[in-house]
């Protein structure tokens, strides 16, 4: 259903790969609201995936960048304002990878060169985005920043690896410099905490599938998917949400709420009287 929440207002969606990306759920979403956008990914990502797709179904101009490179995020700002015609109102930020959990080291064995690119891409990216945009003035008073993260920032799930450390790291640049962009320009910058999400990016975990359905089972209204998150992103795109910075938002059934669900004790039981039997 179409709210107009987002009429008149310009964004710029970072990390829209394939239909299986929540950004691309987030760009179809800002786009049905009002919004006019341009799409931004690596160079790579845009030969090898489906972004051409997405921008020719929603007349956004893309604009291929490495988010981890200050020069070209300086470009894909700049090019924006003149493409939109006008100062950014919102921007998403979902880009995140870990060549170590590609290669399979543990976290108990990381190799620490690859250690500092997942740092870079999946969360410092976030600091050279939002300096970036500061220093060039590109985006509207009362604007909103968003990027997304996951609940293993502050607790531990197995196989999620150095990611953890990475979504840790881009919380906390969420608050820092939230304070700094609020005080001084009056843009808004959160993080949206969202459930395990089968993207080409999170089949990446080891154990991808056993914990959406842990997660599943656990919180009371179930796993959010893709299109709830998109949903909840241009909430905070909108002017609804003008009075909220600095936060890390759950969007996770109720997970984060959570100790013990009943259908997950359930599970567990059976699991028990099972291994007691063989």
């Known amino acids: 259903m179409n709210h107009n929440l987002l009429k008149g207002k310009r964004g710029i969606i970072f990390g829209a790969l394939n239909e299986q990306s929540i950004a691309w759920k987030v760009a179809e979403r800002a786009v049905e609201e009002g919004a006019t956008i341009t799409l931004s990914n690596t160079p790579v990502a845009v030969r090898m995936g489906d972004t051409n797709k997405l921008g020719e179904k929603l007349n956004a101009e893309i604009l ?14 700049s090019k924006s304002i003149e493409i939109l015609g006008g100062k950014i109102d919102f921007v998403l930020h979902s880009i995140g990878m870990s060549p170590n959990v590609r290669k399979k080291r543990t976290y108990d064995d990381l190799d620490y060169d690859l250690f500092n690119k997942t740092l870079d891409i999946s969360a410092i990216s976030f600091h050279k985005m939002l300096q970036v945009a500061r220093k060039l003035d590109a985006i509207q008073r009362g604007g909103s920043i968003l990027a997304l993260s996951y609940i293993a920032a502050q607790r531990v799930f197995y196989g999620y690896n150095d990611m953890a450390d990475a979504k840790a790291l881009l919380e906390s640049i969420t608050r820092s410099f939230g304070y700094i962009y609020g005080r001084d320009k009056g843009v808004r910058v959160n993080t949206i905490s969202q459930s395990p999400t089968m993207t080409t990016a999170g089949s990446g975990v080891k154990g991808m599938s056993d914990l959406m359905d842990f997660s599943e089972r656990m919180a009371p209204l179930g796993n959010a998917d893709a299109d709830d998150c998109a949903d909840y992103c241009v909430v905070m795109f909108s ?10 938002l759950y969007n996770d059934g109720g997970f984060s709420g959570m100790g013990m669900s009943l259908r997950a004790m359930k599970q567990y039981s059976n699991g028990l009287d099972e291994s007691t039997t063989e």
């Open 64 to 77: 291929p960048a490495d988010a981890t490179n200050v020069e070209d995020l300086e470009m894909v700002f």
């Open 239 to 248: 002017d609804l949400t003008r009075k909220v910075t600095m936060q890390n």
